[in-house]
């Protein structure tokens, strides 16, 4: 079966051909037209309760409990639209690493709300000097489960003010080889080889060209 290619365009949608994602932030609203929606793994206190703000840490007991609980109310409401709200986990959020992520697509595998694995938004300025085997467990390990949604393939560079942020794979400035998504690609087909079908992967629209070769000449779609 053939990798569905997708392409994250300038206003944050996730694209085949047609818009097929509303646009990635904060919202996990159900979408107008769109079959998902894309935000962020993150929430912030209830306006109920502004009192508990001074102690909202994303990995804090009382984070946890309102993301999980969140979701489960996001979980009615899509299922009830017949959509799903994908969720793209980040280091500064509740689902922040490679063990959660697991653990939350094992709990949640017939959910309607699902992932969209950015493994670089997982990385910390820490990890670059092994950034290859941080995104290798993190694509091996939860590229192939049921509940993902989508792989996404950035390159990371440095803002102005010396902060990590995405990037396009082929980036001059970029902090990450992109040879090494490449040998990712092909592990994960090796993985994926006794699944019935790939995840989609989801590039910039600059790598289009870069990563429809590493599909033809090394996945053989």
């Known amino acids: 079966m053939l990798r569905t290619l997708l392409v994250l365009d300038a206003d944050g949608h996730l694209r085949d051909g047609s818009a097929l994602w509303a646009a990635a932030g904060h919202d996990w609203s159900a979408p107008g037209d769109a079959p998902r929606r894309l935000a962020f793994s993150c929430v912030s206190p209830r306006p109920e309760a502004p009192d508990e703000a001074s102690s909202w840490a994303p990995w804090s007991p009382a984070a946890r409990a309102e993301f999980l609980g969140r979701c489960d109310e996001a979980d009615d409401v899509f299922r009830a639209e017949g959509k799903m709200l994908c969720l793209v986990p980040r ?49 091996l390990a939860i590229g192939p489960m049921p509940g993902v949604e989508a792989l996404l393939l950035r390159n990371v560079s440095r803002a102005p003010d010396g902060a990590l942020r995405p990037a396009p794979l082929s980036e001059p400035g970029g902090l990450l080889r992109p040879e090494c998504f490449r040998e990712l690609l092909l592990e994960l087909a090796r993985v994926e080889q006794s699944s019935v079908s790939r995840v989609p992967v989801g590039v910039m629209a600059e790598d289009l060209g870069l990563v429809r070769g590493w599909l033809g000449d090394v996945l053989g779609a």
């Not at 694995?117 to 820490?126: A, H, K, N, T």
């Open 91 to 139: 280091a500064s959020d509740p689902l922040s690493d490679v063990p959660g992520v697991l653990t939350f697509v094992r709990q949640r595998s017939q959910s309607n709300v699902r992932i969209v694995l950015d493994p670089v938004l997982l990385l910390v300025e820490s990890m670059l000097k092994t950034a290859d085997d941080h995104l290798g467990r993190a694509i």
